[in-house]
């Protein structure tokens, strides 16, 4: 009986294990990728992203990005974003998303800002 038992644990454990391995295969890079110009992100920033305005995307321009990652792409409202999407697309790339505007990417996957913490920011006005 106890080795029926072990044999299950270690059955389940390396099933466990397999779909875990998979799981991570499966995730994919999200690149943020803004088509706004130097002067909007100026003014309104989406943390993480890559910049390329929509008018300069072409082969040469999106070259180091890889195909295969998941890239989301915005502007200020979504229209030049759809636009964008359609070149990226043109251009091979499988999984295109627009997702409207910065303020969506910040929202929903920018890198979250460190804050620092009241201790940290007396000990550096000390110093």
Known sequence: MKKKIFLTFIFLVTCFSTLAIESKKQEKTIVGLDVRSKLEIAVNKARGALNIHLSDINEE???EL????????FCEAGARADKAKTK???LGFKNVENI??????????APKP????NKEK????HQ
Do not use: C, F, P
Request: glycine share 4%.
């Open 61 to 63: 321009s999106v070259k």
């Open 100 to 109: 409207g505007s910065w303020r969506d990417w910040n929202e929903e996957y």
């Open 114 to 117: 460190v804050r620092k913490t």
């Open 122 to 125: 007396s000990t550096k006005s």
């Open 66 to 73: 890889d195909k295969s990652a998941q890239i989301k792409v």
């Open 88 to 90: 990226l697309e043109a």
